[in-house]
């Protein structure tokens, strides 16, 4: 292979002809299966073999080498599921994300928001080993300094009510990103209530 996907969790040299059993792969044929990336970027990889180059694009798609022949494959998400039970089973959980709102000039979440917590939480113990990023952002109103301080004030603040409920600190990290990245485009000086959140990636 030439070329690989920057998650390489999602590509799987799997040693088996695609229409037989999981326990018993046939000698001389390995089939190749792009899996869909788990935070759904592109990804891809370029298959060689003896002069001949495919490349693989599309999540399912697939490429079977038998005899210096290669053929390219198309299954879906079920056949990949019986075909291969063990490994899919093996997969790690997909990251997920969630974005918590806050109300105006502070680090006090709405009411909605606070709902979602437990639903964060859950998500977070029920892992063997999880990450936690939580990334403060704040809307345009105000100064450039004093949004990047909020935006770490709200990071921090998810960040302690995780915690209060179970979560080991040392596993969440916490950005600032102020202004900077907003989910609505705004004029300098405008409060809009979607740019102001945390967003939090679970892996």
């Known amino acids: 292979?030439?070329?690989?996907?920057?998650?390489?969790?999602?590509?799987?040299?799997?040693?088996?002809?695609?229409?037989?059993?999981?326990?018993?792969?046939?000698?001389?044929?390995?089939?190749?299966?792009?899996?869909?990336?788990?935070?759904?970027?592109?990804?891809?990889?370029?298959?060689s073999s003896?002069?001949?180059?495919?490349?693989?694009?599309?999540p399912y798609q697939g490429i079977e080498l038998a005899g210096g022949k290669v053929e390219s494959k198309t299954f879906s998400a079920a056949q990949i599921k019986n075909m291969f039970p063990e490994v899919m089973q093996a997969l790690p959980?997909?990251?997920r994300s969630f974005t918590l709102r806050f109300e105006q000039n502070g680090t006090r979440l709405t009411a909605e928001s606070a709902a979602m917590v437990e639903e964060v939480r859950q998500e977070i113990v029920k892992r063997p080993a999880p990450e936690v990023t939580v990334i403060g952002h704040t809307d345009r109103e105000g100064s450039d300094e004093a949004n990047l301080r909020l935006s770490q004030n709200r990071a921090e603040a998810v960040r302690d009510i995780l915690v209060a409920g179970g979560v080991s600190a040392q596993i969440v990290q916490v950005v600032g990103r102020g202004e900077?990245?907003?989910?609505?485009?705004?004029?300098?000086?405008?409060?809009?209530?979607r740019n102001r959140r945390v967003e939090?990636?679970?892996r």
């Open 200 to 202: 939090i990636s679970v």
């Open 1 to 47: 292979m030439d070329a690989f996907s920057a998650w390489l969790l999602t590509v799987f040299v799997l040693f088996l002809l695609a229409d037989e059993p999981a326990t018993q792969p046939p000698a001389g044929k390995e089939t190749i299966v792009l899996l869909p990336d788990a935070e759904g970027k592109s990804t891809g990889i370029v298959v």
């Open 50 to 58: 003896q002069g001949q180059q495919v490349a693989v694009t599309e």
């Open 180 to 193: 900077l990245e907003p989910e609505v485009a705004t004029a300098d000086g405008v409060a809009e209530p």
């Open 93 to 95: 959980d997909q990251p």
